[in-house]
C-alpha cells in the first residue's frame, strides 16, 4: 500500500530562513506526488507536483522541492522564510495500485514564521 | 474556466439532521473525489465517482453516508441522522477523464458542525 509520512506536525522558522518540511513516501511503483498549501479555513491549493520528469520540482511561492528515489524522500523547500508563508502544508501520493487514483494525505504540518 | 464549485461553504446541523453537501466539477471534468478533514487531521479518502457510477467507495462510512453523481447536476455527498463526530471540513476535487487525469482539482470546501 501506497502511504506518506510528514515528520514534525509543527515546525517554527524566523523570517527569511530556511524552510524544509519533509516528507517521506512509501510505494511499490513510481509515485505521483504532491504537495498542496491549506491557510485557515480556506482548501487546498497545490504548490508542487511530481510526476516522473524532473526531480526537482519548482512551483509556486519560490517553494521547491526535490524527489530523491533512493531516500525515498520528496521533502519542501524554500530559501527564505516570509510572514504570507504560514500555513498548514500537506504531501499527498497518488494511489496508482488501485486503479481509482485517489489520493492518501500526510497528516500535514503546521509551519509558523516567527519576526 | 470556474474551478470547482462547492456548497453551501458552511453548514450548520443539529444532531439527526440530514446534511446535503454539493460539489459542481470543473468543465470536462468527469471524475470526483470526494474527501473529509478531521480537526486538526489531514485528508481521508471516502469515495470517487464517475458520471452515474461509484467506483470506488471504500473510505465512505458503512452507514448514514451516500454519494452520487448523476448525469446532469453535481455530484452529491449526503449524510443523514448526522452525530457531532461528523463535524469536519468535506472536499470534493476533480479530474479529468483520460491519461490527463493525474492531477485533482479542488474546491473551497464545505464546513459541516453538527451541535
Known amino acids: 500500500a501506497q502511504s506518506v509520512t510528514q515528520l514534525g506536525s509543527h515546525v517554527s522558522v524566523s523570517e527569511g530562513a530556511l524552510v524544509l518540511l519533509r516528507c517521506n513516501y512509501s510505494?511499490?511503483?513510481?509515485?505521483?506526488l504532491f504537495w498542496y498549501v491549506q491557510y485557515p479555513n480556506q482548501g487546498l491549493q497545490l504548490l508542487l507536483k511530481?510526476?516522473?520528469?524532473?526531480?526537482l520540482v519548482k512551483g509556486i511561492n519560490g517553494f521547491e522541492a526535490e524527489f530523491k528515489k533512493s531516500e525515498t524522500s520528496f521533502h519542501l523547500t524554500k530559501p527564505s522564510a516570509h510572514m504570507s508563508d504560514a500555513a498548514e502544508y500537506f504531501c499527498?501520493?497518488?494511489?496508482?495500485?488501485?486503479?481509482?487514483?485517489?489520493?492518501?494525505f500526510g497528516t500535514g504540518t503546521r509551519l509558523k514564521v516567527l519576526a | 474556466n470556474a474551478g470547482v464549485m462547492q456548497n453551501p461553504r458552511h453548514l450548520v446541523r443539529r444532531r439527526g439532521q440530514e446534511a446535503r453537501l454539493r460539489c459542481s466539477p470543473m468543465?470536462?471534468?468527469?471524475?470526483v473525489y470526494w474527501y473529509r478533514q478531521l480537526p486538526e487531521e489531514g485528508l481521508k479518502f471516502m469515495v470517487y465517482?464517475?458520471?452515474?457510477?461509484?467506483?470506488?467507495e471504500s473510505g465512505m462510512p458503512k452507514e448514514r453516508f451516500s454519494a452520487e453523481f448523476p448525469k446532469e447536476g453535481p455530484s452529491i455527498l449526503r449524510i443523514q441522522q448526522v452525530v457531532r463526530g461528523d463535524s469536519a471540513a468535506y472536499f470534493c476535487?476533480?479530474?479529468?477523464?483520460?491519461?490527463?487525469?493525474?492531477?485533482?482539482?479542488f474546491g473551497p470546501g464545505t464546513r459541516l458542525t453538527v451541535l
Open positions: 476535487a476533480s479530474s479529468p477523464p483520460g491519461l490527463a487525469g493525474y492531477e485533482q482539482f
Open positions: 510505494s511499490s511503483v513510481p509515485p505521483y
Open positions: 511530481y510526476t516522473s520528469a524532473a526531480t
Open positions: 499527498a501520493v497518488r494511489d496508482s495500485t488501485s486503479g481509482t487514483y485517489k489520493y492518501i
Open positions: 468543465k470536462g471534468h468527469s471524475h
Open positions: 465517482l464517475q458520471k452515474e457510477n461509484i467506483i470506488d
